[in-house]
């Protein structure tokens, strides 16, 4: 442990809008954990997670010590990108269930004290959705997404390009005309500058806030605006001089995202769920630079309540770089609006990612989000140390990485099915994506009782977080980083927690308040009341 004293750090506060007591809102230091349907819980055995397996599972969610639930699409879909190419907002597609399905999770999720967010994807849909074939043939819907002539050459009217690959425009011979996607081409573009577009799009949520879903994390909103005038990017080359995998980044995207108009769309989502007292609205921020600052901007009064970044999750993990996130974060910590994520179903999977699945390194990434200021995102899987899964190019259905292969794997890796049990249940279809053996090994049967298993430390861990104030609702002191050593205070009312971790597998020194020197081992973390502060629980 790391001994305590007056100077260890100089306090500098950053204090909530809103104070950290009994009437602030549920998510203030929530952990909400997020289910991918198709791979949660498959209950009928057809191969695909469904809402009966989600509903099946929520006492194991609820186990955990959690206090929401991010559901990721079940709508209406042709699959294309897996759930999120959305043909009808308020159908449940087939293959996760029912209506009566979705209604029955929301009613066993509240009954277990659980939130729950619905996954909404309002920048695009899919092509199969009737609004684009009503708009393709110019009719009631014509301009509901965003078309543009071709260049005299026949050409796309500017440069952009697909975060999938390729031209971000697709030509349309009914209409003959160009539409936007920023993703697959069956992903087209709505035109949310469009009030009848806002309309319709509300009203979809409205359908889900009248059956009693809590709130909506939602995806791409650095996608939600763009340049009007179709202004083409300009170049970033790489500075290294190699080319990269992917070509879109070899673009500066200042015009075809991240364009301020945005925020008016994000006023209008906040009205719509201000009519629905205790929901929360959770953003997906892009990596694109400059991501925190976008948190705090997007999380403003009047806009969303809370955002995460995908920035912090496709960089290194380091003492510097959480020193750098927890600086650039400030404004955002500072608003209530940063919410803090190390994985989800599209990044590799977070033992492989980072700490080289060193167990060590596990428990101190685990303790590391859930000390720091704000809520947090636990993807489903993670709390068993699940690694990436290695797939093999024919296993492969996520046309990300297929479009890329070998050089990117895509997204499969991080999305195979939940191993409950460690061995194959007999007479059951094979799942949509296999689940590796190196899963199996790790599988919820095998750990339900292992005190020692990841499993049981996330259960044990969230349980003594719960029972610390400071680390659900307090503030942050400031930051100190030596080296691979990083450290900063929790602070609630008289009671000050110095939070210290090793992120290196090399043991490291930490001079104290002291001025005494102590060696850490490595990915050590020690959490520390400061002199003068009320005594915690050990952890």
Request: hydrophobic letters at 45%.
């Amino acid at each position: 442990m790391v001994p305590s004293g007056p100077d260890v750090l100089q306090t500098a506060l950053v204090g909530y809008r809103m104070p950290p007591d009994s009437s602030a809102p549920w998510w203030r230091g929530a952990v909400i954990y997020q289910i991918y349907p198709l791979s949660f819980a498959d209950a009928n055995g057809d191969g695909w997670g469904d809402l009966p397996g989600v509903l099946q599972h929520l006492d194991y969610v609820a186990a955990l010590g959690v206090d929401a639930i991010w559901l990721s699409p079940f709508f209406r879909s042709p699959m294309r990108d897996f759930g999120y190419d959305i043909s009808c907002h308020t159908e449940v597609d087939p293959i996760f269930g029912t209506i009566a399905d979705a209604e029955a999770v929301i009613a066993g999720a509240h009954r277990l004290g659980l939130k729950i967010l619905f996954d909404q994807v309002w920048s695009h849909t899919s092509d199969q959705h009737p609004w684009f074939r009503a708009s393709a043939r110019r009719s009631a819907a014509a301009d509901w997404y965003v078309w543009a002539d071709a260049r005299a050459d026949g050409t796309p009217p500017n440069n952009w390009l697909s975060v999938f690959g390729g031209s971000a425009w697709s030509w349309n011979p009914l209409r003959r005309q160009y539409y936007l996607h920023h993703f697959l081409p069956g992903q087209p573009k709505l035109d949310l500058r469009n009030p009848a577009v806002i309309e319709a799009i509300l009203a979809t949520g409205r359908f889900w806030l009248e059956r009693g879903v809590d709130g909506f994390r939602l995806d791409a909103v650095d996608f939600m605006a763009h340049d009007p005038a179709l202004q083409s990017n300009p170049a970033l080359p790489p500075p290294d001089g190699i080319a990269p995998t992917k070509p879109f980044a070899l673009q500066r995207h200042i015009h075809d995202m991240l364009h301020s108009d945005a925020f008016e769309i994000m006023q209008r989502i906040r009205d719509l769920t201000d009519q629905y007292p205790g929901t929360v609205t959770l953003a997906e921020i892009s990596s694109q630079p400059g991501a925190f600052g976008r948190i705090a901007a997007a999380t403003e009064p009047g806009r969303l309540h809370l955002g995460y970044t995908l920035q912090l999750m496709r960089g290194e993990c380091s003492a510097g770089a959480f020193e750098a996130a927890l600086h650039e974060a400030a404004a955002a910590i500072a608003g209530g609006g940063m919410c803090w994520a190390f994985g989800n179903h599209d990044v590799v999977r977070l033992a492989s990612r980072w700490g080289g699945g060193d167990p060590a390194a596990a428990r101190a990434l685990m303790i590391l989000l859930g000390t720091l200021p704000g809520p947090f995102c636990l993807y489903q899987g993670d709390e068993l140390g699940l690694p990436e899964a290695e797939l093999a190019r024919d296993q492969l259905r996520d046309p990300f990485g297929i479009a890329f292969w070998p050089e990117f794997r895509g997204r499969d890796g991080s999305r195979t099915p939940m191993p409950w049990r460690t061995a194959a249940a007999s007479g059951a279809a094979a799942a949509w994506l296999p689940i590796p053996q190196t899963h199996r090994a790790l599988s919820v049967e095998r750990q339900e009782n292992d005190p020692d298993s990841a499993l049981s430390q996330w259960r044990d861990f969230l349980t003594w977080r719960r029972s610390v104030p400071a680390l659900v609702h307090g503030a942050l002191g400031a930051v100190r980083r030596i080296g691979d050593i990083l450290s900063f205070e929790r602070v609630l009312d008289e009671t000050r927690l110095l939070c210290v971790f090793n992120l290196s597998p090399s043991p490291a020194v930490f001079t104290a308040g002291d001025g005494r020197d102590r060696l850490l081992k490595g990915w050590e973390t020690a959490i520390v009341p400061l002199e003068g502060a009320a005594r915690v629980a050990a952890l």
